[in-house]
C-alpha cells in the first residue's frame, strides 16, 4: 500500500493570485498605517484595493473568469458602483 504525498498541488495562476492577495494586503496595512497622506487619500486607495482584492476573488476562486460574459460585467459594474458609492458617502457625509 502507497502512502499518499504529504505535497498539495497549486496551480501557478493560483498561487500567483493569492501572493498579489497577500501583497495587496500588505500595501493596505502599509498605507492605512501611515500618517503621511491625507485621510481621503487614505480611503481612496485602501477602497480601491479592496475593490482589486475582491474582483481578484471573484475572477480566480468564484470563477467568474469562466462565467458567462454578461455576468462577469455585470460583477464588474458592481463593484465600480460599490466603490463610487463608498467614496461618495465618505467626501460627502
Known amino acids: 500500500m502507497t502512502r499518499p504525498s504529504s505535497s498539495v498541488y ?4 493560483t ?29 481612496a486607495a ?6 482589486v482584492k475582491i474582483r481578484f476573488i471573484g475572477s ?6 469562466c462565467a458567462p460574459a454578461a455576468l462577469a460585467r455585470s ?3 458592481y463593484l465600480a458602483i460599490l466603490y463610487l458609492g463608498l467614496m ?3 467626501i460627502w457625509l
Open 46 to 51: 485602501v477602497l480601491a484595493i479592496a475593490i
Open 10 to 13: 497549486v496551480p501557478r495562476q
Open 15 to 43: 498561487l500567483a493570485v493569492w501572493v498579489a492577495l497577500v501583497g495587496f494586503t500588505a500595501t493596505t496595512w502599509a498605507i492605512g498605517g501611515h500618517q503621511i497622506f491625507t485621510p481621503t487619500i487614505v480611503t
Open 75 to 77: 460583477f464588474d459594474l
Open 60 to 65: 480566480y476562486f468564484m470563477e467568474l473568469r
Open 88 to 90: 461618495g458617502m465618505y
